[in-house]
């Protein structure tokens, strides 16, 4: 599918690095941030590229408009024609690994912290592309909708995987089973959001955050984001041989031989993300 020039995959997810933080932006706020399939793969792409950039320590995801993110963009797209009289079995199961699947797999496994600034709505995928950030930071607007029930649809893009470790496995059966609005205030105090701010402040306090990561050892956050998610789908056994080995592989870096020194020399540690 060709785009036109207004709806190019690079005019509606804005990218800008910034002392050391990569903001990635959603701009599409007529659609409330739907996302395309042209959309999806930029933001994959480039939370590969931030993974990759030693210039980046940190990556925030936010948007413009009332809307954070509508959840996946449906008209007349793949999805819909997968619903569709024509479909083969196995095409939905196969559009959703290879769409929404990889969109928040990308996000889990993107070697730098990303942070969710919610401005707005954030609805379906949408929710799941926040909760599946390492940190959320709410405006006091900013609702949250596991809309799928609604539809008579089953959710996908990892919300039966996400909201059960975040919540638990009973608060997250209420989310998806009734699909009611969720206030910000309401997704802070059950622990699906870190903090919530006013309305105009939300870029203030994600760049002050961003920002202290990017200050911070880099490779460090990365091992530990490794073991924190890991955590959730290993036994202890298996979870404290994966960190042993991961402050062994630390251990090899600039930023923990400079940590080390920056103690015993009773100094601030400037770090370099190496």
Known sequence: MTS???????????????NGVAWI??????????????????????LD????????????ITATGKGFCAGADLRGGARARAGG???????????????????????????KPVIAAVNGTAAGLGAHLAFACDLVIAAEAARFIEVFVRRGLVPDGGGAYLLPRLIGPQRAKELLFFGDSLSAAEAERIGLV?????????????????????????????????????????????????????????????DAREGVRAFAERRAPEYRGR
């Open 4 to 18: 036109s020039p207004e709806e190019s995959p690079e005019s509606v997810v804005r990218h800008a690095t910034d």
């Open 25 to 46: 932006t959603l701009d599409r706020p007529a659609a409330m941030n739907a996302i395309t399939p042209d959309q999806r793969e930029r933001l994959i792409s480039l």
């Open 49 to 60: 590229d931030a993974s990759a950039d030693p210039a980046v320590g940190a990556v925030v």
């Open 85 to 111: 009289d024509e479909r083969v079995a196995g095409d939905v199961a196969r559009l959703i690994r290879r769409g929404a699947q990889r969109l928040i797999a990308a996000v889990l496994d993107c070697e």
């Open 194 to 254: 870190n903090r919530v701010v006013p309305d105009g402040e939300l870029a203030k306090t994600a760049r002050e955050w961003a920002e202290r990561l990017a200050a911070g050892p880099t490779r460090a956050i990365a091992l530990t984001k490794q073991l924190v998610n890991g955590s959730l789908d290993a036994d202890r056994a298996a979870a404290f041989a994966a960190e042993a080995a991961a402050q062994e592989i630390n251990m090899t870096t600039a």
